[in-house]
């Protein structure tokens, strides 16, 4: 079963800054397109942004946009997520997932393979 191994949570300031990462296990082969998404304390697991693997295009949620960056890298297979001016609201588990099929990128149910999480906590 393919895992996606996350990494770089953490506990950090309002107004700093935070790089996610996530590694599949095994290649994906049907691997369209790679999101992140959110989910906060008691709160519906949320889109964030999203890349096609091959092209790069990205989508992001208007609640990130031009404080977050959705990036790839091919040739190490990982994925990231540049999170800037950071704010309490950001806290949340954040997870990574792989979308095989071409339905709608901000659509959860879309995706067909999720990282385990990792914690992300802003304080004032």
């Known amino acids: 079963q393919v895992l996606l191994v996350q990494s770089g949570g953490g506990l950090v300031q309002a107004g700093t800054s935070l790089t996610l990462s996530c590694t599949p296990s095994?290649?994906?082969?049907?691997?369209?397109?790679m999101g992140w998404f959110r989910q906060g304390s008691g709160q519906e697991r949320i889109f964030l942004a999203s890349i096609t693997w091959i092209v790069g295009y990205t989508t992001y949620a208007d609640l990130v946009k031009g404080r977050f960056a959705i990036s790839r890298d091919r040739a190490k297979n990982t994925l990231y997520l540049q999170m800037n001016n950071l704010k309490p609201e950001d806290t949340g588990v954040y997870y990574c997932?792989?979308?095989?099929?071409?339905?709608?990128?901000?659509?959860?149910?879309?995706?067909?393979?999720w990282g385990q999480g990792t914690q992300v906590t802003v304080s004032s």
């Open positions: 095994e290649e994906i082969y049907e691997r369209n397109e």
């Open positions: 997932a792989v979308k095989s099929s071409g339905g709608a990128a901000t659509d959860r149910n879309q995706y067909n393979y």
